[in-house]
């Protein structure tokens, strides 16, 4: 079945950076633009990052805004969420989602998800 697949979390120390990696399995990323969300415990879904299907438009929250950078490489059938500075209030799980074509804001408008990879940042 098709889903995605992330990877790259794990802990850091406030100002380290981690990269991570969404994959595709079971279909290709080309007409697909892929959100990044967060949610930390108790805590409403977040949108974090979102880059359409051709690179050509990106999205941040601005509490990322200067400090992430989302890029994608079709023919890998990867993106990546280059995180630095990080701050504890980025601890969370990761999730990306897939939706044709244009970015959205909105969770619900993603069609495949990723089982989420931890970011913990503390010292």
């Known amino acids: 079945q098709s889903h995605l697949v992330e990877s790259g979390g794990g802990l850091v120390q406030p100002g380290g950076s981690l990269r991570l990696s969404c994959a595709a399995s079971?279909?290709?990323?080309?007409?697909?633009?892929i959100g990044w969300f967060r949610q930390a415990p108790g805590k409403e879904r977040e949108e974090v990052s979102c880059?359409?299907?051709?690179?050509?438009?990106?999205n941040y929250a601005d509490s990322v805004k200067g400090r992430f950078t989302i890029s994608r490489d079709n023919a890998k059938n990867t993106v990546y969420l280059q995180m630095a500075s990080l701050k504890p209030e980025d601890t969370a799980v990761y999730y990306c989602?897939?939706?044709?074509?244009?970015?959205?804001?909105?969770?619900?408008?993603?069609?495949?998800w990723g089982q989420g990879t931890q970011v913990t940042v503390s010292s």
């Open positions: 880059i359409n299907y051709n690179g050509g438009s990106t």
């Open positions: 989602a897939a939706r044709y074509y244009h970015c959205s804001t909105l969770w619900p408008e993603y069609d495949y």
């Open positions: 079971g279909f290709t990323l080309d007409r697909y633009a």
